[in-house]
């Protein structure tokens, strides 16, 4: 009898406690979520904060993006992955962080599943080459022309090593044949002001300068992608200019590592329920970007993994280090 008692009482405690557990996780989010954003302030960093404050009116807390640029994404990216995976971090990835720079450093070796929680990606896109106005040329293929006739004379810039600025220009520097300075900088921001100064001749990035080149600050050379961009499309493509030089861009959403399975689930949900509200496909059209709602975790993380695997032999070609 006593034994059997006992017994009572331990699945008496096992339920209280399973209860108990249930409890916490139908709580979240029970206070404001952090959403790292580890760049400088662009257009793009505007659409995530409507996103945030879509996602906000779904979790029913607040959500709130918080710049950290540096080390191309990497300083913000390492302080969110070193969290606790409760929910309460979350931050924006793009390949240079999480496909980039991986491969290129011997102590960044993160990889998706095991050292953070791939949560969802948000868009896709094709990249711009902004450039100085305060140069000789109007496009790319005079650009090309230039750089070949001033070899190391022109710069271009990036938010870091290993970054997708970085991987871009060396890219488009081996697939014109030319030579330019590599200038790294915090983020888009600096990269215009440089640019709108003289003294940055060449950046590749979405459409957040788009409003600067409207304004003849600054001007665009050509596009990346297979096909013109949206945010441009009388501007012809890389291809189109007789250069051999084609890359889009994605950001995504991860977390800390072990984040638990009901957490990822409520958070890609309201990540893709916001990105289908007014607010954020408007904002979405000023940022240049195409968004991607619906892209389940597993989906994501295949896409960084293939990435990984088809820059393996860009890194190895360009020899590109970040440590």
Excluded: C
Aim: glycine content about 10%.
């Amino acid at each position: 009898m006593k034994t059997s008692r006992t017994f009572i009482r331990g699945i008496a405690a096992v339920a209280l406690l399973t209860a108990s557990s249930g409890a916490v996780a139908q709580a979240w989010p029970s206070r404001p979520i952090t959403w790292m954003y580890p760049f400088g302030e662009s257009a793009a960093t505007a659409w995530v904060r409507t996103l945030a404050q879509e996602m906000s009116k779904t979790l029913g807390q607040p959500v709130l993006v918080e710049n950290k640029p540096g080390m191309g994404g990497r300083i913000g990216l390492t302080q969110a992955l070193a969290a606790k995976p409760d929910g309460y971090m979350i931050s924006i990835a793009v390949p240079s962080m999480v496909a980039y720079q991986p491969l290129t450093s011997k102590t960044f070796k993160i990889e998706p599943g095991k050292s953070y929680t791939p949560i969802t990606q948000i868009y896709n896109l094709k990249l711009n080459l902004y450039g100085s106005n305060k140069v000789p040329y109007n496009d790319l293929k005079g650009l090309v022309a230039y750089a070949k006739a001033n070899p190391g004379k022109l710069n271009y810039g990036s938010t870091g090593v290993a970054s997708t600025g970085h991987f871009a220009g060396e890219l488009l520097s081996r697939g014109a044949g030319i030579q330019m300075v590599h200038v790294p900088y915090k983020g888009e921001g600096d990269q215009t002001a440089a640019a709108i100064a003289g003294d940055l001749h060449l950046y590749i990035t979405s459409g957040g300068p788009k409003a600067n080149v409207e304004a003849g600050r600054i001007q665009v050379l050509g596009t990346t992608g297979d096909t013109r961009s949206k945010v441009f499309p009388n501007v012809p493509t890389a291809k189109e200019q007789g250069v051999d030089f084609v890359m889009t861009q994605w950001m995504g959403v991860v977390a800390p590592a072990g984040l638990p399975a009901d957490i990822v689930s409520r958070l890609n949900q309201a990540i893709t329920a916001a990105m289908k509200e007014p607010a954020p496909v408007k904002a979405a059209e000023v940022a240049g970007v195409e968004p991607t709602p619906g892209i389940s975790p597993d989906a994501f993380t295949a896409l960084i993994r293939a990435d990984m695997k088809a820059l393996e032999p860009v890194v190895k070609a360009t020899g590109i280090v970040t440590d």
